[in-house]
């Protein structure tokens, strides 16, 4: 079981860029699918990224459009959302997710752990 701890979120102008990281625990993170996901009050949660086991491969939600990236570092069992070019829109609690394999889809329930979300709000 990987538990999970988000970090990185704060307050940023539009157009600025923050980096936020998910760190895990557990001896299966190496080949645990990981993901981004975002919610705000008046919103379901939504999909922002997602990466496999080893980094190769990697999805992103449409409203990314280059913005964001999504990587990992297994010997730090950590996973990493670089966001540049933030708009207001974007601000929202995001939360890292976990789920054993990469194939599939993207869904929230399709994911079988959470952490507990980091607030990132973006001024215009």
């Given amino acids: 079981q990987v538990q999970l701890v988000e ?4 307050l940023v102008q539009a157009g600025g ?3 936020l990281s998910c760190a ?3 001896r299966t993170f190496s080949t645990t699918a990981m993901a981004w996901f975002r919610q705000t009050p008046t919103k379901e949660r939504e999909f ?3 990466v496999n086991w080893s980094g190769g491969s990697t999805a992103y939600g449409g409203f990314v459009k280059g913005r964001f990236t999504i990587s990992r570092d297994n010997a730090r069992n950590t996973v990493y959302l670089q966001m540049n070019s933030l708009k207001p829109e974007d601000t929202a609690v995001y ?3 976990a789920k054993k394999y ?3 889809s993207f869904r929230p329930n399709d994911f079988e752990t959470w952490g507990q979300g980091t607030q990132v709000t973006v001024s215009s």
């Fill in 7 to 10: 970090s990185g979120g704060g």
């Fill in 17 to 19: 860029s923050l980096r």
């Fill in 48 to 50: 922002v990224a997602a």
């Fill in 24 to 26: 895990a625990s557990g």
């Fill in 102 to 104: 990469y194939s599939g």
């Fill in 95 to 97: 939360y890292c997710a």
